[in-house]
Every structure is written in C-alpha cells, then in structure tokens.
T-cell receptor
Framework: DAKTTQPPSMDCAEGRAANLPCNHS???????VYWYRQIHSQGPQYIIH???NNETNEMASLIITEDRKSSTLILPHATLRDTAVYYC?????????????FGQGTILTVHP | DAGVTQSPTHLIKTRGQQVTLRCSPK?????VSWYQQALGQGPQFIFQ???????QRGNFPDRFSGHQFPNYSSELNVNALLLGDSALYLC????????????FGNGTRLTVT
C-alpha cells in the first residue's frame, strides 16, 4: 500500500472549517483514500473514502487532486468533539481485504 | 443496531500466560480483522478472518492466533505473553468486499505484568 504523509498536529477554532491535508504521491490506480479518526480511548471511526472523485457525507468532505497525489479532508464546522487523531490511509482495491496501514496521523485540536 | 462489541474491556495477565479476546461484528458483517495498537502508535494489522478461515496476516508471530465462528464472531488468542504484548487490541468488521469500510470496536486493553 502507498505511504501517506500528514502533518503531526493542527489547530482549529470551533465553528470554523478544519482542512486536514494528506500526501500520497506514490498512490496506484486501484488504491482508495480512506480517512479514519480516533478519539482518546475509543476505536478508530470511519469517516469517508474515495477513489478519484470528490466525496461528501454527513460527517465530512474529501477532496482528491486530479493527479490523486494528495487529498484534503474537510470538516465544515468543527466542534470540540472533533478533537481527535485523524488518519489518512491508502488502501488497495484488490487483494488487500481488511488490511489498513495506519501511520502516525494528525492530531487535530479544536479550540473554543 | 449494535456496532462492533469486544470483551473484556480491560485485562491484566502475567508473562507466559495465555489470553483470549472476543469480538462480535456489526450486524450484517461477515469479515473480522484484528489490530494491535501500542501506546502512542497507530493500529497494526494482525490478521483477518472470512468464512471461518484466516485470509490475510500481518507481521505477527505464531503466538497470535484466531478463530471465526459460524455466526461471524471471532476470538484472538495470544500464547506465552510478553511484556511487549501490552496494548489495545482492536477488532474491526466489514462486508467481504475489498473496499468495504471497516468498523472498529473500542478494543480490549491488555496489560502484561
């Protein structure tokens, strides 16, 4: 699976949009971009995933660049409960089955 | 609709002992994966079970073994416990497809003394 690079930490004011970047310059054509977050003492929570088109759900939006070498997770109106570690993961669509390769992630802190 | 449930939530064992952790997948899911998360690190893939067989395995020794039952629930067994096995053990379930999102439980915190 392709390796991802994320900033170790980011801050965001409550009510503002949080934009979390991820670099995956070695991504292959059949690899998807997944985002998970982990709040302290809980298991990782699935947020969103995409292949090449931008995606939106009730939690967030995922913007993938045209060359697919980077992406941005957008939390449109961050709340204090969005404080967590956010993981960007590239996952093969073929025989990777359940395997997710987690990096160090980005610690997002939302301030009042 | 219950999500992924794991038991026990916390466990303390002594070096050399054996431990069994349990997982019930989210309703409708048929695939179970196990991850180990050391303090301050991201989760590391141990293995995945589908149709009661181990389908893929990460870089973990044979001391780590598992089982999946006909009702899709799963167990993780660790033999000859080492201090380094102290970690949060996470179970994740999904449908069998290669891009189906994994849904995680809140884990079992294992402490080996």
């Amino acid at each position: 699976d392709a390796k991802t690079t994320q900033p170790p930490s980011m801050d965001c004011a409550e009510g503002r949009a949080a934009n979390l970047p991820c670099n995956h310059s070695t991504i292959s054509g059949n690899e998807y971009v997944y985002w998970y977050r982990q709040i302290h003492s809980q298991g990782p929570q699935y947020i969103i995933h995409g292949l090449k088109n931008n995606e939106t759900n009730e939690m967030a939006s995922l913007i993938i660049t045209e060359d697919r070498k980077s992406s941005t997770l957008i939390l449109p109106h961050a709340t204090l409960r969005d404080t967590a570690v956010y993981y960007c993961i590239v996952r093969a669509g073929g025989t990777s089955y359940g395997k997710l390769t987690f990096g160090q992630g980005t610690i997002l802190t939302v301030h009042p | 609709d219950a999500g992924v449930t794991q038991s026990p939530t916390h466990l303390i064992k002594t070096r050399g002992q054996q431990v069994t952790l349990r997982c019930s997948p989210k309703s409708g899911h048929d695939t179970v994966s196990w991850y180990q998360q050391a303090l301050g690190q991201g989760p590391q893939f141990i293995f995945q079970y589908y149709e009661e067989e181990e389908r893929q395995r990460g870089n973990f020794p044979d001391r780590f073994s598992g089982h999946q039952f006909p009702n899709y629930s799963s167990e993780l067994n660790v033999n000859a416990l080492l201090l380094g096995d102290s970690a949060l053990y996470l179970c994740a379930s999904s449908l069998g497809g290669p891009t189906s999102p994994l849904h995680f439980g809140n884990g079992t915190r294992l402490t080996v003394t």
